[in-house]
């Protein structure tokens, strides 16, 4: 059955704005420090480290008011778009000062773009958001943010990259339901298939829980900032293949101190997200 997406409609959500605003208080610091330690880029003093802005203004959707699949029903902010299945695509952020570590943070997003797209599986809707985040009456990051809509829950499968990456490889983890379900704690993100088995392997048709898209960005932008010895001015993601719980993941980094490549990689050579950083 296909799944009909009257664009003219979704488009008319282009202009649409949101705003918030959350303190950046001591306890966030503590619980985000103490899920993400290890893979952290060490912050310089009074400055938040890196990714934090993914856990900051989120929405506190009542429960009446959430989907099926634990994200708030569409239709608000973000265009109803009559596809069952939402990722996080990729994008972009541009730092432009650090976070502070004590302080109120605010949230400007508007909708850039809405655009149809036709896929492998069907229809796509691609879904532009760009994000200003204010501290202290500067802006300190901008983001654009991609997300994808589409019909098939299970996108169909990357090629696979040849295991190049062993002197490229920098860290490596193993995603488990604990990191990841204290990962949906701190960003407030109820998606089912990052914490519920049963929803993610039975409704949506995955073979395990699913590494969140944010996680990913977060573990490669700050290995860009080890790499660079700083934060990067610019940085760019892009999911390219589902990440699943229980299987070993590589931080991979080729560059220089200036510019460069970071990615996730599986064990069998699958890269699931890719970045670039520049200084």
Not at 92 to 97: P, V
């Amino acid at each position: 059955m296909t799944t009909e997406v009257d664009i003219d409609h979704l488009r008319g959500w282009i202009g649409t704005e949101e705003s918030a605003s959350e303190t950046i208080c001591d306890v966030l610091l503590a619980r985000y420090r103490a899920t993400l330690g290890r893979w952290l880029a060490p912050a310089e003093a009074g400055h938040a480290p890196l990714g934090l802005h993914w856990c900051l203004t989120l929405p506190p959707a009542e429960l009446e008011t959430l989907g099926a699949d634990g994200h708030p029903a569409r239709g608000g902010f973000m265009p109803p778009v009559p596809l069952p299945s939402r990722m996080w695509a990729g994008g972009e952020l541009r730092h432009l000062r650090p976070l502070p570590a004590v302080g109120t943070v605010k949230r400007r997003s508007v909708i850039a773009d809405v655009t149809l797209k036709k896929g492998r599986s069907g229809p796509l809707v691609l879904v532009t958001v760009k994000h200003e985040y204010v501290a202290e009456g500067e802006t300190a990051v901008v983001e654009t943010q991609n997300i994808v809509y589409r019909a098939s829950t299970v996108p169909g499968p990357a090629p696979a990259v040849q295991p190049d990456a062993a002197e490229r490889v920098q860290e490596i983890l193993t995603p488990d339901p604990v990191l990841l379900f204290r990962y949906s704690a701190i960003t407030f993100n109820g998606h089912r298939i990052h914490y519920d088995r049963p929803y993610a392997c039975e409704i949506e048709g995955y073979p395990d829980l699913v590494v969140h898209g944010p996680l990913q960005a977060t573990l490669l932008v700050n290995l860009a900032a080890k790499a660079c010895g700083g934060i990067p001015a610019v940085f760019s993601y892009r999911g390219l293949a589902p990440c699943y719980s229980g299987k070993m993941l590589m931080l991979c980094q080729q560059g220089t101190p200036t510019e460069g490549t970071v990615w996730c990689e599986t064990a069998d050579g699958l890269r699931t997200m890719q970045g670039t950083y520049q200084t």
